[in-house]
């Protein structure tokens, strides 16, 4: 099994900058790919996703604002949001998706409030 916590949420005032961490526990393996989503009305919105070969995929919503990475040896996945806006505002989830069986894993979640 999988465990998935986020970290690195709070209050920011527009313009300024957070970076989310997401740690995996558990039968992790670097081929699993990681990424972060937000919750939307009805399902959680893609915002970045990262592969274990270091592949990257971005919402429109966040390019050149926000950065993934990922650290292997510490099974830990960050996004760096730069610049951030009310707009940004959203719970978001660390998403874990098992190589091969492409079963999905998901944390509890992470607040982020931009205040303007």
């Known amino acids: 099994q999988v465990q998935l916590v986020e970290s690195g949420g709070g209050l920011v005032q527009a313009g300024g900058s957070l970076r989310l961490s997401c740690a995996a526990s558990?039968?992790?393996?670097?081929?699993?790919?990681m990424g972060w989503y937000r919750q939307a009305p009805g399902k959680r919105e893609l915002v970045a996703t990262i592969?274990?070969?270091?592949?990257?995929n971005y919402a429109d919503f966040v390019k050149g604002q926000s950065t993934i990475s990922r650290d292997n040896a510490k099974n830990t996945v960050y996004l760096q949001m730069n610049s951030l806006k009310p707009e940004n505002t959203a719970v978001y989830y660390c998403?874990?998706?098992?190589?091969?069986?492409?079963?999905?894993?998901w944390g509890q979640g992470t607040q982020v409030t931009v205040s303007s």
């Open positions: 998403n874990l998706v098992r190589f091969g069986t492409r079963r999905n894993y």
């Open positions: 592969t274990g070969g270091g592949s990257t």
């Open positions: 558990g039968s992790i393996s670097s081929n699993d790919g």
